[in-house]
C-alpha cells in the first residue's frame, strides 16, 4: 500500500514537472514571439519614439530649456525633464505594444493557436505582458542613450529607477492588455492612448513639478497614477520627487494587483474572445 | 464475445448532452451526446449552421458551453482543460495564423505553445511541412501562400503536440482534387498510425470513402449516429444515368421506376434497390429507345444527406 501510494506521489510530482515545465516553454515561446515581432517592425516600433523624444530634448531641453535655466537643487531644465521624458516613452510603448498586438491576434483570429492551446491563461498573459515591458525598457534604454547626447546624468539610486521603470511598463501593459480585450476594432485601441494615456502622461508631471500648482490642481494631480511612476523614477535617476517613494509604490503595487487580477479574469473567461 | 479491455477503455471523444445557447438566444447545440471510438475516423456531417463548428469550438475551448459535459480520453473539458488540449489537434474552417510569419515559425511557435521544447518542435515541423509538401515554402511569409498550402499547413500545425485526436473542420474546402487526394493520403495515414480523426466537410464522397463511422447533426440535435456501412444499407432507393442512343422525350411507364429526361440523350432511373433492371431494359427496348451505356448516380450519402436533414430518417424519405 505504501508502495502504491508512494508510486503515485512520484507520478504527480512527475506530472507537476513536467507541466511546469512545458508553461516555461511556452512563456519563452510567447515572450520570444513577441520580442522578434517588435525586431521585426523596429521601423514602428523603435525608431519613432527616438525621434519624438530628441525632438523634446531639442526644443524643451535646449531652446526653451535654456531659458528656465536651473529648475530645482541644481538641476538644468533638460536634467529635470529626462526621468519624465523616459518614463513617458515606457509607458506609452508597453501599452501599445500589448495592445496593437494582442489586438491584432484577435484580428486575424490567430489567437485561438494561444486558447486552443494547453496553456493556463496566467502564461499567456505573462507572455504577452513579458514582450510589451521588454519593449517599454528597450525604448526606455534608447531614450536614456539619446539623452545622454544633450546632457549628463548620474544615477543616484539604480535600485529604484529599475524597479519603478519596470513596474510602470507592467502597469501600462495590464492596462493595455485589458483595452485589446475588450477591443472589437483598430479604433478602440486609439481611443485609450488618445483621451487618457496621453492627457494622464503630460499632467503627470513629466515637464513641471507639481510643487508649482496651486490649490485645487496640486490634490487633483495626486489622483494622477503616473505622476507616481514619474517622480519615482524622477527619484531614481536624480534623487528629486514630489511624492514619498512609499507611496509612489504602494501606488503602483496596487495598481499592478489590481490590473493582474482584473486581466486574468477576463483572460480565464475568454471576455471578448471565447464565444 | 467483447474484449473486456476495450470495454474498458475511455472513448477518444465523447459529449453528454452538450448544450449552449449563445447570447443572442440562438439555440446551437440541444443536447448532444456523442461517442467516437479510439482510433476511429469518424464524419460529422451536417448542413450549414447545424451546430459542427460549435462543437468542435466547445471541444477546442474556443466556445463555452452552456451545460454537458465532453471527455477526450476520459478527461473532461471541464476538469482538466490543458490535458484535454493536449491530446487534440485542431484544423479549423478559417485561415488563422499570422500571415507575416512564416509556415516554420508558425509550427515551431505552436510546438512551444504545448510546452514541447525548441528542437524537437523544429524537427517536427520539418517532418510535417515535408510530409504535406510545403517545404519549399517553409521560411517564406505565409500570405505569399496558395489558399491549398495555407489548408496544408494548418493540417502541419495541428500536428505539431502529435494528437491522440485529430478534429477537421472542413479541411478541402476550396481545394483542387489532386491537392485533396494528397491530404486524404495524409490523414489516412495519421488514421493508421493510430490517431483518432473526426471530419467534417461537405464534400459527402469524400467522407463516404475516408470514415468509418458518421453522426449527422441537424438544427443542433444528432440525427443519425451510426456506421457508415449501416447507414448506407438503409438507403432502398438507387439512381442509374442511361446514355441513350436518340430521342428520350417520349418515356415509357415502368411500374415502380421513376423515369427522368436529363437532357436529349440522358435518362435518370430511380428505383427500388430490390426493383430487376430487365424490365425497365425491356420497357425501354419495346419503346424505341437504345440503352448505350449506365452508370451509377453518385453520391449515395449525398442523397441520404439530403433526406435525413430534410426529412429526419432515411427509410421514411426512401419509403
Known amino acids: ?275 | 464475445m467483447s474484449d473486456p479491455a476495450a470495454a474498458r477503455a475511455p472513448a477518444a471523444l465523447e459529449t453528454l448532452d452538450l448544450r449552449k445557447t449563445y447570447a443572442n438566444g440562438v439555440q446551437a447545440l440541444k443536447g448532444v451526446s456523442l461517442r467516437v471510438e479510439p482510433g476511429d475516423f469518424f464524419a460529422l456531417l451536417g448542413p450549414n449552421g447545424a451546430g459542427k463548428s460549435t462543437l468542435i469550438g466547445i471541444l477546442s475551448s474556443l466556445v463555452n458551453p452552456t451545460s454537458g459535459d465532453a471527455r477526450v480520453f476520459g478527461i473532461s473539458i471541464h476538469q482538466d482543460r490543458g490535458a484535454v488540449m493536449r491530446q487534440i489537434g485542431l484544423v479549423p474552417q478559417e485561415v488563422n495564423f499570422n500571415m507575416f510569419e512564416t509556415p516554420f515559425d508558425i509550427c515551431v511557435n505552436v510546438a512551444g505553445f504545448y510546452g514541447i521544447p525548441r528542437g524537437t518542435a523544429k524537427r517536427r515541423a520539418e517532418k510535417y511541412l515535408k510530409e504535406l509538401r510545403i517545404w519549399d515554402k517553409a521560411f517564406q511569409p505565409t500570405r505569399m501562400m496558395s489558399g491549398g498550402m495555407k489548408r496544408r499547413l494548418m493540417i502541419a500545425r495541428a500536428m505539431m503536440n502529435e494528437p491522440r485526436l485529430l478534429i477537421l473542420d472542413e479541411p478541402t474546402a476550396g481545394v483542387d482534387i489532386e491537392i485533396r487526394r494528397s491530404m486524404w493520403q495524409f490523414i489516412t495515414g495519421i488514421n493508421r498510425a493510430g490517431t483518432t480523426v473526426i471530419l467534417t466537410t461537405h464534400y459527402l464522397e469524400e467522407a463516404e470513402q475516408l470514415c468509418r463511422n458518421i453522426a449527422i447533426i441537424d438544427h443542433g440535435n444528432i440525427v443519425e449516429n451510426t456506421s457508415m456501412r449501416a447507414l448506407l444499407s438503409k438507403l432502398d432507393v438507387e439512381t442509374f444515368i442511361l446514355d441513350v442512343g436518340g430521342p428520350c422525350e417520349r418515356l415509357p411507364e415502368v411500374p415502380g421506376v421513376k423515369l427522368t429526361c436529363l437532357d436529349g440523350n440522358t435518362l435518370e432511373a430511380e428505383m427500388s434497390k430490390r426493383h430487376d433492371l430487365n424490365s425497365l431494359f425491356a420497357a425501354l427496348s419495346a419503346g424505341g429507345i437504345t440503352v448505350t451505356s449506365m452508370r451509377n448516380k453518385t453520391n449515395r450519402l449525398e442523397e441520404l444527406f439530403v433526406r435525413l436533414v430534410e426529412h429526419g430518417a432515411p427509410n421514411k424519405a426512401a419509403a
Open chain 1, 1 to 275: 500500500m505504501n508502495d502504491l501510494r508512494s508510486e503515485a506521489a512520484i507520478d504527480a510530482d512527475a506530472r507537476g514537472f513536467s507541466v511546469a515545465r512545458a508553461n516555461a516553454v511556452a512563456l519563452y515561446t510567447i515572450t520570444r514571439r513577441e520580442v522578434r515581432r517588435m525586431l521585426r517592425i523596429w521601423t514602428q516600433t523603435l525608431i519613432p519614439p527616438a525621434i519624438t523624444m530628441t525632438l523634446y530634448f531639442v526644443i524643451f531641453g535646449t531652446l526653451i530649456g535654456r531659458r528656465i535655466g536651473v529648475v530645482e537643487h541644481g538641476f538644468s531644465y533638460m536634467q529635470y525633464i529626462v526621468p519624465g521624458l523616459v518614463m513617458m516613452s515606457v509607458i506609452t510603448n508597453s501599452y501599445g505594444n500589448i495592445t496593437s498586438s494582442f489586438f491584432g491576434s484577435k484580428f486575424g483570429r490567430y489567437v485561438e493557436e494561444l486558447l486552443a492551446s494547453p496553456m493556463p491563461s496566467w502564461v499567456v498573459l505573462s507572455g504577452y505582458v513579458a514582450g510589451a515591458v521588454l519593449r517599454g525598457l528597450l525604448v526606455g534604454a534608447i531614450v536614456l542613450g539619446i539623452a545622454l547626447f544633450f546632457t549628463s546624468l548620474h544615477i543616484a539610486h539604480p535600485l529604484v529607477a529599475v524597479t519603478t521603470v519596470l513596474l510602470g511598463a507592467t502597469i501600462f501593459s495590464l492596462a493595455g492588455f485589458i483595452n485589446a480585450m475588450f477591443a472589437r476594432k483598430f479604433d478602440d485601441i486609439a481611443i485609450v492612448p488618445t483621451f487618457v494615456l496621453t492627457p494622464l502622461t503630460y499632467l503627470g508631471g513629466v515637464f513641471y513639478s507639481v510643487n508649482m500648482l496651486g490649490e485645487p490642481w496640486h490634490a487633483i494631480s495626486l489622483v494622477n497614477p503616473i505622476l507616481y511612476m514619474v517622480n519615482a523614477f524622477r527619484y531614481g535617476v536624480l534623487g528629486i520627487g514630489d511624492v514619498p517613494l512609499w507611496i509612489a509604490y504602494l501606488v503602483m503595487c496596487g495598481f499592478v494587483a489590481v490590473l493582474g487580477a482584473v486581466a486574468l479574469t477576463l483572460l480565464h473567461r475568454g471576455v471578448g474572445l471565447r464565444s
